[in-house]
């Protein structure tokens, strides 16, 4: 087998022949962008000697089949592309934006020839080949994590302005996700994030300053047993009642875990 083809590129050529005719690849995307990729196939096959021994070899065409492939599924999905020739076809793929990972199978009674053409970066190769590339993280992972990193510096900028706030909040919350768990996922984010960045835990006041922007008044990690009983009480909202508001007598007095809690820090 040769190849020749860097990664990631828009072109990739590869030569495969074997005692059995069958080779494997896998074909690698990642984009923002809807993908199209042209392959051209092209199969040598054993025509035979006499004629009926080409009547009988033309009834096995090379063939190439290209499936959605994970590592961590062993379920099989179904080709989107299918290719049966005894000389050489092309057709054309079409994947939306994402990261996507087929497996590509080539069989040929001789050899086969394969030619992968795109304006959009992939990667064709062998299972090492893919693998590493694998390891980072996908093109939409980061693109939304700047787009939330954007939304969140708007809403610190417009922190002291009652009239812009509103709608960067909004905004904010349609980035990441506006429901509940969502909501409470990102405030430990956003306290994380901090944290992470000074290389220590937050002071009193910038704590404070945290959960004003989140509009989260838990202590985001700062005692175990004051966030366990803080997420106790808000699923036990949640279950009493999807989406009612706290009552006043709720806000004023907390349950007996979290004012043992207070009592113990």
């Known amino acids: 087998m040769s190849a020749h083809a860097r990664q990631p590129d828009s072109t990739a050529i590869v030569q495969t022949q074997s005692a059995d005719g069958k080779c494997t690849h896998f074909l690698f995307v990642d984009s923002l962008l809807p993908t199209e990729i042209v392959i051209g196939f092209s199969a040598l096959v054993h025509w035979g000697e006499s004629v009926e021994d080409k009547k009988e070899s033309s009834a096995r065409p090379g063939s190439l089949t290209a499936k959605p492939f994970s590592w961590k599924s062993i379920v099989s999905e179904l080709p989107v592309v299918q290719i049966q020739t005894t000389a050489s076809k092309a057709v054309l793929l079409s994947l939306p934006p994402g990261r996507h990972v087929l497996h590509v199978h080539t069989s040929a009674s001789l050899a086969v020839h394969l030619h992968l053409f795109s304006m959009s970066p992939f ?38 302005d009652p009239e812009e706030l509103p709608s960067t909040t909004k905004e904010l919350e349609k980035t990441h996700g506006v429901g509940i768990q969502q909501q409470r996922v990102f405030n430990e984010a956003v306290y994380h994030m901090f944290c992470s960045a000074l290389g220590r835990k937050l002071t009193t006041e910038e704590l404070f300053a945290v959960q004003t922007l989140t509009g989260d008044p838990s202590p985001h990690g700062s005692n175990d047993k ?40």
């Open 123 to 160: 990667v064709f190769g062998d299972e090492e080949t893919v693998m590493p590339h694998l390891d980072k993280e996908s093109l939409r992972f980061c693109e939304q994590a700047v787009m939330i990193m954007r939304s969140l510096g708007r809403v610190i900028s417009c922190f002291s």
């Open 226 to 265: 004051a966030l366990e009983c803080t997420i106790s009480l808000k699923m036990t909202l949640l279950s009493a009642g999807m989406g009612r508001q706290a009552t006043d007598k709720e806000n004023a007095r907390p349950p007996q875990c979290c004012r043992q809690v207070g009592k113990d820090t």
